[in-house]
C-alpha cells in the first residue's frame, strides 16, 4: 500500500475554550501518485519541543466531496497545544500513516476572550530555562 505526502498547510487558532486545527486535503502519494486516503490522526502535547505529543484523535469522517474531514475543533483550554498531523490510508489493521506535518502551536494569553493568533514552528519565540529563543522569522 502506498504512503500518503504528509499534510501541509496545517494552521491553528486558539480560542478561549478550544482550538481550531485546519490542513490541505493530501491527494498524492510520496511517489507523485494521486491517493485517496481513509482519514488523518492528530497529535498533540503541551509542551512545544512535544516530549509528550501523543495521538489524540484519528479523524476518519468525510465530507460532501468525498474527501475525509480536514478540521478538528479541540476542545482542550490549554494555554500551550502544539500539534502535528499525519494522513492514513486503509483500514486497520493495514493502516499506513504518512510522516508527520510541520508543527503548529497554539498559545492562549491569560485574558484572552476570542482572539486570533497562529503561530508556526519557524516563527515563534519560546522562553525556555531563562533564554529566549527568536525562531525565524520568514
Same mark, same amino acid.
Given at each position: /500500500?502506498?504512503? &500518503?505526502?504528509? &499534510?501541509?498547510?496545517?494552521? !491553528? =487558532? ?5 482550538? #481550531?486545527?485546519?490542513?490541505? !486535503?493530501?491527494?498524492?502519494?510520496? $511517489?507523485?501518485? &494521486? #491517493? ?16 509528550? *505529543? ?16 480536514? =478540521?478538528?475543533?479541540? /476542545?482542550?483550554?490549554?494555554? +500551550? ?13 493495514? !493502516? ?15 485574558? *484572552? ?6 503561530? %508556526?514552528?519557524?516563527? =515563534? /519565540? +519560546?522562553?525556555?530555562? $531563562?533564554? %529566549?529563543?527568536? $525562531?525565524?522569522?520568514?
Amino acid at each position: /500500500m502506498p504512503t &500518503p505526502n504528509a &499534510p501541509v498547510n496545517v494552521h !491553528v =487558532i486558539a480560542k478561549a475554550n478550544y482550538n #481550531i486545527l485546519w490542513w490541505d !486535503v493530501v491527494t498524492m502519494d510520496t $511517489g507523485g501518485s &494521486p #491517493i485517496g486516503v481513509s482519514g488523518y490522526r492528530i497529535y498533540n502535547g503541551y509542551y512545544v519541543n512535544e516530549s509528550d *505529543q501523543a495521538v489524540k484523535v484519528d479523524i476518519t469522517t468525510f465530507n460532501v466531496d468525498g474527501n475525509a474531514d480536514t =478540521i478538528y475543533v479541540d /476542545m482542550d483550554s490549554a494555554n +500551550i497545544v502544539a500539534y502535528r498531523v499525519t494522513a492514513l490510508v486503509g483500514t486497520a489493521p493495514s !493502516v499506513v500513516e504518512s510522516s508527520k506535518s510541520d508543527k503548529v502551536v497554539a498559545v492562549k494569553s491569560p485574558s *484572552q476572550t476570542d482572539t486570533k493568533l497562529e503561530l %508556526l514552528d519557524r516563527k =515563534i /519565540m +519560546i522562553l525556555d530555562e $531563562g533564554k %529566549l529563543d527568536e $525562531g525565524l522569522l520568514t
